[in-house]
T-cell receptor, first 108, second 115 residues
């Protein structure tokens, strides 16, 4: 089993749609969690950290369920510019482990 | 915010040559930097953890004699791909953090093509 697993993509959605990404992690002792965004042929950029209480940043909402070892990212009112690969990242044993990413394509 | 600069952004070299990639933290000190590699359509894979003033810690399957890491100061780590081969062609990305539980900040990556 992979340490961090994400929904297989790609997700193709129309502008304005709401889309949810899911991620599970295997190490129950994992300490911190992040969502990164990676555009084609570029480096990953931090989208948001994920806190136990859940957190929201504009159209983006991240949630963490430690009991189920599950992280989610919700994007509301998706824009064309949201098209990218979304990476779930978990800090585990001092290292940051990346999921394989879920590609999102937002169409007009 | 924390800025990490990586150079060069792109390099094409012949098989058998060595390539050095630099990673600098511009506005913070990084005792630890991380080197990742990403093949097309795949996720980032951690290659090694670079520790200032000490030896790097390599992940399983990564040859330390092929991928030389030097972290001589709190703001600079270098990765040298020695005797590069076409299969080493990849996107190499460094990263650093300005606190243990802080997110990683990435350099802009180096796209290496070995012909």
């Amino acid at each position: 089993r992979k340490e961090v697993e994400q929904d297989p993509g790609p997700f193709n959605v129309p502008e304005g749609a709401t889309v949810a990404f899911n991620c599970t992690y295997s190490n129950s002792a994992s300490q911190s969690f992040f969502w990164y965004r990676q555009d084609c042929r570029k480096e990953p950029k931090l989208l948001m950290s994920v806190y136990s209480s859940g957190n929201e940043d504009g159209r983006f909402t991240a949630q963490l369920n430690r009991a189920s070892q599950y992280i989610s990212l919700l994007i509301r009112d998706s824009k064309l510019s949201d098209s990218a690969t979304y990476l779930c990242v978990v800090r585990s044993g001092g290292k940051l482990i990346f999921g394989q990413g879920t590609e999102l394509s937002v169409k007009p | 915010g924390a800025v990490v600069s990586q150079h060069p952004s792109r390099v094409i070299c012949k098989s058998g040559t060595s390539v050095k990639i630099e990673c600098r933290s511009l506005d913070f000190q990084a005792t630890t930097m991380f080197w990742y590699r990403q093949f097309p359509k795949q996720s980032l894979m951690l290659m090694a953890t670079s520790n200032e003033g000490s030896k790097a810690t390599y992940e399983q399957g990564v040859e330390k004699d092929k991928f030389l890491i030097n972290h001589a100061s709190l703001t600079l780590s270098t990765l040298t791909v020695t005797s590069a081969h076409p299969e080493d062609s990849s996107f190499y990305i460094c990263s650093a953090q300005d606190g243990y539980n802080s997110p990683l900040h990435f350099g802009n990556g180096t796209r290496l093509t070995v012909t």
